[in-house]
């Protein structure tokens, strides 16, 4: 049982700042990799931001050069600090882990329940 719970989102005005965050939980062995993906009501989920265990970060092309994506290794954290906020970026944070439980196991998918970010114009 692996849980993830995000937290830091909230009502912002254009061109503000928030910063996520994703807390994982339970039995974990090892976490490859974590990241954000985001989702509007009766749109696909899309990546956001990831960040692997060796540091190596990948980003949404409409996000480059305004979020960062950072983790805690010791606390199991993944951060995502969102500057330059448009109303484009408007909906439900989802935090993700591809991790493992034991050793001998597959890295698997987890995912948090999501945090609500509006921005307003």
């Known amino acids: 049982q692996v849980q993830l719970v995000e937290s830091g989102g909230g009502l912002v005005q254009t061109g503000g700042s928030l910063r996520l965050s994703c807390a994982a939980s339970g039995r974990i062995f090892r976490i490859n990799a974590m990241g954000w993906y985001r989702q509007v009501l009766g749109k696909p989920r899309e990546l956001v931001a990831t960040?692997?265990?060796?540091?190596?970060?990948s980003y949404a092309n409409s996000v480059k050069g305004r979020f960062t994506i950072s983790s805690d290794s010791a606390k199991n954290t993944v951060y995502l600090q969102m500057n330059s906020l448009r109303p484009e970026d408007t909906a439900v944070y989802y935090c993700?882990?591809?991790?493992?439980?034991?050793?001998?196991?597959?890295?698997?998918?987890?995912w948090g329940q999501g945090t609500q970010v509006t921005v307003s114009s």
């Open positions: 960040i692997t265990s060796g540091g190596r970060t």
């Open positions: 993700n882990a591809d991790a493992k439980r034991e050793a001998s196991s597959l890295f698997a998918d987890y």
